[in-house]
């Protein structure tokens, strides 16, 4: 079964662009990202949009559809109704390149600034041992696709551009949560996610974590429980004494 369904895409780069108007042919049991493609082999050749795996695994095809960021290989198109019109525009909070294809390198530069895991010195690889438990904390947060649809929605950096030097984002801010929970990391991660990475502008609205394909509780399990360790070492005068006498270096 098959219809003709309407389609309203961004066309245009990093000086300006409008949403475009298409009428696509729509199959049974497809997703949006096969739609971008007939409308690509159909009636514009040029239109750029970003893909690698449609599985919903490489995290590529982040876009915002009707408003919500979704990853549109996993979008199906059967959500929505033949009559709709459905709009599709690249993610708001990175500098457009063209079409649907954002400028994700923020995220990069903000992977870069987290400090890798950094085990005991006299510990070889090979030699690490951990609870069950342990392994199964981080084991979430380790599902993450770097799809970005996180750091799109978050209010903090969506509309404000001035906040993305001082705001690493849920993504990263839960790499630091992952990296301090992890039991034989040595480093001082509670500080470095108040004083570099920004957490104190969290106010845990959770739009992170709802649009989320991989379904992580970013704000649960990783923001929160950080700042609880945050007020912890600042606010609780025996963690604050403690930390002062016997801090991990
Ligand atoms: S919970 Fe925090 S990181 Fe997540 S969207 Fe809200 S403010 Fe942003
Ligand atoms: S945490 Fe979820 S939404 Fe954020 S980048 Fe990873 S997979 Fe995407
Ligand atoms: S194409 Fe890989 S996640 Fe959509």
Not at 80 to 99: A, C, G, L, Q, Y
Not at 101 to 123: G, I
Request: with cysteine; net charge negative.
């Amino acid at each position: 079964m098959s219809y003709q369904g309407k389609f309203r895409v961004w066309r245009g780069d990093d000086s300006g662009g409008a949403l475009e108007d298409f009428t696509v042919e729509v199959n049974e049991g497809e997703v949006v990202l096969d739609i971008i493609h007939r409308l690509q082999a159909t009636q514009a050749p040029d239109l750029a949009v970003r893909w690698n795996c449609k599985a919903g695994k490489c995290g590529s095809c982040s876009a915002e559809i009707n408003g919500r960021p979704r990853l549109m290989c996993m979008t199906r198109m059967s959500v929505f109704e033949e009559s709709e019109t459905i709009t599709v525009t690249p993610m708001r909070t990175f500098p457009i390149i063209r079409d649907l294809v954002t400028d994700v390198s923020f995220n990069y530069t903000k992977a870069r600034e987290v400090p890798s895991f950094a085990p005991p010195k006299d510990l070889a690889p090979g030699e690490y041992r951990m609870q069950q438990v342990d392994v199964e904390r981080s084991q979430e947060f380790r599902k993450c696709i770097e799809c970005f649809l996180c750091q799109n929605t978050c209010h903090v950096v969506r509309d404000h551009e001035e906040n993305k030097e001082a705001f690493s984002g849920p993504r990263f801010l839960m790499r630091v949560a992952e990296l301090e929970m992890h039991p034989l990391d040595t480093a001082d991660r509670v500080d470095q996610a108040q004083d570099e990475h920004g957490l104190g502008y969290c106010n845990i609205t959770k739009c992170c974590s709802e649009v989320c394909p991989e379904h992580i509780h970013i704000t649960d399990n990783a923001l929160i429980p950080m700042k609880e360790r945050v007020a912890d070492r600042k606010y609780d005068p025996v963690v604050w004494l403690g930390n002062k006498l016997f801090r991990r270096s």
